[in-house]
């Protein structure tokens, strides 16, 4: 009697970012409890060098972490559970109606699901003289790798930016051995998080610690230095002079391919998603920092963990699941330059107050300690 052949489910997932990879670790989860999931077929594309890595401890990378250290999978667990997967290659084209993509080298895939984990890209200021050499990012091991190198002829590096990233990378930037400033466009530090006395509490103890931060700053032009290699020109007349730049200045939402496809997309950019993740197109789903949900896109791991978990079930179940994403805690508890932070949204006056005094009690203590 002949046996009939199970037709594969084909998963695409674009890009193996640490939702990405969340997803797909999710998806393998389920695969090994549950024996009727074997036709799940998963292929990843990687548009950097390497498989999926924890970009949260980028710092770490300047504190003796090797690439390897960071990473969160590496080729043999993905062909041990049967998951494909292409490195250093980028999606440029998507059709939903052929249900295939297209990358830069020409190659086709079809899927019959499509996951778009393509995360964010860092805003640079449309600052002339921003594309120079030893001006950078900080978003990659690349990126890193090129900040460490251009350390090697420099004295003194500037940080444009002075939100959550912004002091990460300010803090690699005094790791490196370099006289580091910080230049915030807002009157405070961290002005999404924090309120006028909790940004000034923190930009003296990060003084302290030895970081310059020049707060209310628009810088107007990037242009030869005297004393150090640029001199950055700010819009009130005052300047400063650096050997190097890094950009921390914002994300934006990588949602070029859903543009292209026609998918729905935020007035502000992102990928509009649903409670399950789901595009505009039925089997098409976003998660992370890509996705828009309920005009949110957010920037922390976590809520994308949540919708990696919520598109896996939802994929996986058939739609026959209760599980949604409904949102996210926003709330943040961090390391900034060796200075402990937590920081509360969505204030009411008394809990602002609050916050405010548990902020200072925090970062006092990690001072005195």
């Known amino acids: 009697m002949a046996t009939t052949k199970t037709k594969k489910q084909r998963i695409v997932v674009v890009g193996n970012g640490m939702v990405g990879h969340k997803f797909i670790d999710t998806v393998l989860q389920q695969k090994r409890d549950n024996p009727e999931l074997e036709n799940v077929e998963l ?4 548009e950097e060098p390497r498989l999926a890595y924890d970009r949260v401890q980028l710092t770490a990378y300047f504190e003796g972490k090797t690439a390897q250290d960071l990473a969160l999978t590496d080729e043999d667990y993905y062909e041990e559970n049967g998951v494909k997967y292409v490195v250093n290659e980028k999606v440029t084209h998507l059709d939903t109606d052929a249900n295939n993509v297209t990358t830069s080298s020409g190659r086709v895939e079809p899927y019959d699901t499509l996951i778009l984990a393509t995360g964010s890209f860092p805003f640079v200021p449309p600052i002339p003289g921003n594309d120079q050499e030893h001006c950078h990012v900080y978003r990659t091991i690349e990126d890193l790798d090129a900040i460490s190198e251009s350390s090697k002829v420099s ?13 990460e990378a300010a803090n690699a930037v005094k790791n490196l051995g370099l006289e580091t400033h910080v230049v915030e466009f807002a009157p405070r530090l961290m002005a999404v998080q924090l309120d006028e006395g909790g ?9 302290a610690l030895g970081v310059q931060v020049h707060t209310e700053k628009a810088t107007t032009e990037i242009v030869a230095g005297e004393s150090s290699r640029y001199r950055m020109n700010f819009a009130d007349g005052s300047h400063l002079e650096t050997d190097m730049i890094v950009f921390s200045a914002g994300i934006r939402p990588q949602d070029e391919l859903a543009r292209q496809a026609q998918i729905e997309i935020g007035e502000r950019g992102g ?7 789901q595009t505009s197109v039925e089997n098409v789903y976003a998660v992370g920092e890509c996705a828009l949900w309920n005009q949110q896109i957010f920037g922390l791991v976590a809520p994308g963990y949540q919708m990696a978990k ?3 079930e939802h994929i996986l179940s058939h739609g026959n699941t209760e599980q949604e994403f409904t949102g996210a805690d926003m709330s943040t508890k961090l390391k900034l330059l060796g200075v402990d932070v937590a920081a509360l949204v969505k204030f009411t006056a008394r809990q602002r107050a609050r916050s405010h005094t548990l902020i200072a009690m925090t970062l006092n203590k990690c001072i005195s300690a």
Request: include cysteine; hydrophobic fraction near 45%.
């Open 43 to 46: 292929i990843t594309f990687s």
């Open 199 to 207: 940004g000034a509490l923190l930009k003296r103890k990060i003084e």
């Open 155 to 167: 004295n003194n590096g500037v940080v444009i930016g002075g939100g959550l990233l912004g002091l």
């Open 271 to 277: 990928i509009s998603v649903n409670n399950h993740c």
């Open 310 to 312: 919520v598109a896996a």
